[in-house]
């Protein structure tokens, strides 16, 4: 059971807009910034989006992040064939002592 | 060009010891915290814990406290992953990143794989 909630599945044909919700509570999400994460099937996760809704450089502007209260989403813009993948939020939980905690992944499917 | 290079892949057996490594290239290696993320076969990631090289302040996710130890060697640029004694449920791919609020760097990955 993840702490940040995402939907297990979305998917989209070529040029359609997919978003993906990740929901959270005040000690994450509500109090910290959230990151994106994408992975493609055999490789390392990549940073997508950072402090909610920056891309790093060489990420496509198709992607943009957003973040409201508890809950936060990712959208991709223009699908493409290539941004078939995993993606994961996360972000810092003051819980516990603190420590990073992950949603449990979107698989974005391109029809 | 920031570099996280991961060791090899690991077969080992339940109740041995394990020690897996990140070197890293291509920035102030102790300037910024390193962090390891499981992902077990077919699922999610998940936070282990993060050490900063330059005073090896060390933090674990609740989960894996105990379980393993995160060190570092500043003089090989070196982060660490170690276990005592393995479980079979341990196998997983292991990723150490780089951590600037954010995993901004990631190494390939190393899968380790507990089976009697």
């Known amino acids: 059971q993840s702490v940040l909630t995402q939907p297990p599945s979305a998917s989209g044909t070529p040029g359609q807009t997919v978003t993906i919700s990740c929901s959270g509570t005040s000690s994450n999400i509500g109090s910290n910034t959230v990151n994106w994460y994408q992975q493609v099937p055999g490789a390392a996760p990549k940073l997508l989006i950072f402090?909610?809704?920056w891309r790093p450089s060489g990420v496509p502007d198709r992607f943009s992040g957003s973040k409201s209260g508890t809950s936060a989403s990712l959208a991709i813009s223009g699908l493409q064939s290539e941004d078939e993948a995993d993606y994961y939020c996360s972000s810092w939980d003051d819980s516990q002592n603190g420590r990073v905690v992950f949603g449990g992944g979107t698989r974005v499917t391109v029809l | 060009e920031v570099q996280l290079v991961q060791s090899g892949a690991e077969v080992k057996k339940p109740g041995e010891s394990l020690k897996i490594s990140c070197k890293a290239s291509g920035y102030t290696f102790t300037t910024y915290w390193i962090g390891w993320v499981r992902q077990m076969p077919g699922k999610g990631l998940e936070w282990v814990g993060i050490i900063y090289p330059a005073d090896s302040d060390t933090r674990y996710s609740p989960s894996f406290q105990g379980q393993v130890t995160i060190s570092v060697d500043k003089s090989l640029n070196t982060a660490y992953l170690q276990w005592s004694s393995l479980k079979a449920s341990d196998t997983a791919i292991y990723y150490c990143?780089?951590?600037?609020?954010?995993?901004?760097?990631w190494g390939q990955g190393t899968l380790v794989t507990v089976s009697s």
């Open positions: 402090s909610n809704d």
């Open positions: 990143a780089r951590d600037y609020d954010s995993f901004d760097f």
